[in-house]
Every structure is written in structure tokens, then in C-alpha cells.
């Protein structure tokens, strides 16, 4: 099993920009969740998706937009890229909302 | 107020040692659960050990054990024999409202694990 994949591994933007993350899952999760990771800092949840078909704001949802699409998959999308949006952007996946979290990857996000 | 506090930006420790890192919460919601994860210098965030603040004994996984402290809000992870490729992030996280399904999981802001030969 892959587990949780994420694309693009690495993306650079000029500021104004837009672009969508892309996670998808194949353990047949409930949940998924969408995080940043700035320097010296820990994760901070941007969005949430409880369930296929709701999604929920979290603790720095400005400047970005989530779709879930099906069970499987959860996007994020940064319709206008800002520097401060430069980051390692994380998602994650649990079988239901009081499980672990599983990681992908991450992608590493640069808004020049 | 932080809710996680790693209060060790960096730690070091001889190989074949064992080494404690430090983490304490704040919470006032009677249910919640406690993680630590890894990220090594790759990147990827490696889950390791979970703790349910109902749960009697303290957690381990292999060489990994969770030393609970419940009065003192405190949730240290313990390594025991560490290896080189313990060299690593460690994130200490805990996620309320276990059983009201609180989706808010707040991560610390780290400790940095050199392992030396």
C-alpha cells in the first residue's frame, strides 16, 4: 500500500498565481486533513475533512480552499499564491476522527 | 497560552543511551489523546506512540515508551538504546474533544534528537 501520497513534491510560484495540491489515500480512511509547516514552528491544521462530503475550517484557513473529492482524495487549492503561503504543506489521513493521523510526504511550496 | 510545550529545541545523546524528550499540555477537556511523531531530515512525518488520557498504563512501542504523568499535564517520550537513525524532529501533539470527535490536533514546536556515535 502506498499509504498517503501527495503531488507535486516540490512547486515554485510567482506571487498571484494559483495551484492545487493534491493528496489522495488508499487505506480507506475516513478522515483527512490538510497542515503547514513553517520553520521552528510545528503543523498548524488549514482544513479538515471529517467525512467524504464535509469539510471544516482549522486553525489558518485564509487564503486557501479544500475539496473532497471522493473518499480516496483531498485537495487544497491557493487560488492567489502569497509569500507567506511559502511552506511544507502536509496532508494526512485517519481511519475516523479519534485515530492517528498518517503523513505523506509533504510538498515544499515556494511563492517568490 | 501554549497548549504544547517542548521546552528542548535540541538534545543530544550517545548512541546506545537512553534519552528522554520533554513534553507538557494544557488542556481543560477530560478526553484527549496524546502522539509523538518523528520527522526525520527527509521530511515525512512517521507516527510512533499514542497516548489516551484514559488509559491506565503508559504507552510503548518497541523501543519507544510514553512516561504519562497526568496531574503534571505531562507526556515525555522515552528512547531507550537510541541509534544513529534516531537522529531526528520529534513532535509531540495532542488532540481534544476525544470523545465529543474534536478534530483540534495542536502539534509542539519540536526537538531536534543528535544521536552520537
Known amino acids: 500500500n502506498a499509504g498517503v501520497t501527495q503531488t507535486p513534491k516540490f512547486q515554485v510560484l510567482k506571487t498571484g498565481q494559483s495551484m492545487t495540491l493534491q493528496c489522495a489515500q488508499d487505506m480507506n480512511h475516513n478522515s483527512m486533513y490538510w497542515y503547514r509547516q513553517d520553520p521552528g514552528m510545528g503543523l498548524r491544521l488549514i482544513y479538515y475533512s471529517a467525512s467524504e462530503g464535509t469539510t471544516d475550517k482549522g486553525e489558518v484557513p485564509n487564503g486557501y480552499n479544500v475539496s473532497r473529492l471522493n473518499k480516496r482524495e483531498f485537495s487544497l487549492r491557493l487560488e492567489s499564491a502569497a509569500p507567506s503561503q511559502t511552506s511544507v504543506y502536509f496532508c494526512a489521513s485517519s481511519l475516523d476522527r479519534r485515530e492517528t493521523q498518517y503523513f505523506g510526504p509533504g510538498t515544499r511550496l515556494l511563492v517568490l | 497560552a501554549q497548549k504544547i510545550t517542548q521546552t528542548q529545541p535540541g538534545m543530544f545523546v550517545q548512541e546506545k543511551e537512553a534519552v528522554t524528550l520533554d513534553c507538557t499540555y494544557d488542556t481543560s477537556d477530560p478526553s484527549y489523546g496524546l502522539f509523538w511523531y518523528k520527522q526525520p531530515s527527509s521530511g515525512e512525518m512517521i507516527f510512533l506512540i499514542y497516548?489516551?488520557?484514559?488509559?491506565?498504563q503508559n504507552a510503548t512501542e518497541g523501543r519507544y515508551s510514553l512516561n504519562f504523568q497526568k496531574a503534571r499535564k505531562s507526556a515525555n517520550l522515552v528512547i531507550s538504546a537510541s541509534q544513529l537513525g534516531d537522529s531526528a524532529m520529534y513532535f509531540c501533539?495532542?488532540?481534544?474533544?476525544?470523545?465529543?470527535?474534536?478534530?483540534?490536533?495542536?502539534f509542539g514546536a519540536g526537538t531536534r534528537l543528535f544521536v552520537k556515535a
Open positions: 501533539a495532542m488532540r481534544e474533544g476525544w470523545n465529543t470527535g474534536g478534530f483540534k490536533t495542536i
Open positions: 497516548q489516551g488520557s484514559y488509559d491506565q
